[in-house]
């Protein structure tokens, strides 16, 4: 792949993963083109790559979209992913090859680099990039699309994860860490319960913060906020 085809591919990977593009976001042709000095072919051949991949979707007479999330999609999505989640890490223990554990332990670096960084960024890429080497760990023809489709959904709707706002999300990006190194583990040990276990500790912590996002706390009026009896007494 050429270095502008490259580039197109992983900015617009990067941009999907961390909601900078936003679902069902449409994608210029022509504009991505003008950008990358790349003609439409190459442009064509990239969008036709990730919607192979699952990050876009290509509709007759409408173009290239970032793939939509809906309400059926984030339904779908909070049941089955701790189940392929779990099938993925049994497999990857059993069929894990040297290589991918060093790119694993490579992974892992980089995201811890990117916790002491501060990097949301990083971070979102980082953890996105530890999860898809445990599923060409699992080589599953079958299971490994299903996980890197449920991967990209998992970091556009917990992107606000890696974005720690208080103590508490930083203890739970510590931890999440911290899980990392013991899948590490699971899978130097050949431990197929152990990483199981991990996963759905993992998930619960995944799926706590994202339910945050999605179902925040409501604003409330200022002057309810300060508890003015005035603003009570004119209503």
């Not at 930083?170 to 152990?194: C, G, M, P, W, Y």
Request: glycine residues 4%; contains cysteine.
């Amino acid at each position: 792949m050429s270095k502008g085809k490259n580039d197109l591919y992983n900015d617009l990977k990067r941009q999907i993963l961390t909601m900078e593009r936003d679902p069902d976001e449409a994608l210029d042709e022509a504009g991505l083109s003008q950008c990358y000095h790349l003609s439409r072919t190459p442009v064509r051949e990239v969008l036709r790559r990730l919607a192979g991949e699952g990050y876009i979707e290509i509709r007759e007479k409408y173009g290239a979209r970032v793939i939509p999330m809906s309400h059926a999609s984030l339904r779908n999505f909070f049941l089955v992913a701790p189940m392929i989640y779990a099938a993925t890490a049994r497999l990857a223990v059993q069929n894990a090859k040297p290589a991918q554990l060093t790119a694993l332990k490579e992974t892992q670096r980089r995201f811890q680099k990117a916790c002491l960084a501060d990097d949301a960024q990083a971070l979102v890429l980082q953890n996105n990039r530890f999860h898809e080497i445990f599923g060409e760990m699992s080589a599953n023809q079958y299971l490994e699309p299903s996980l890197r489709r449920l991967l990209i959904d998992h970091a556009r709707i917990g992107h606000t994860f890696f974005r720690p706002k208080n103590s508490e999300m930083s203890r739970r990006l510590t931890l999440a860490s911290e899980h990392h190194d013991a899948f590490i583990v699971a899978v130097e040990k050949q431990d197929e319960n152990a990483a199981v276990n991990l996963v759905f500790e993992h998930w619960e912590l995944s799926r706590e913060t994202m339910e945050i996002f999605i179902a925040p706390q409501g604003l409330k009026a200022d002057a309810l906020v300060n508890g003015s009896d005035d603003y009570l007494e004119r209503t």
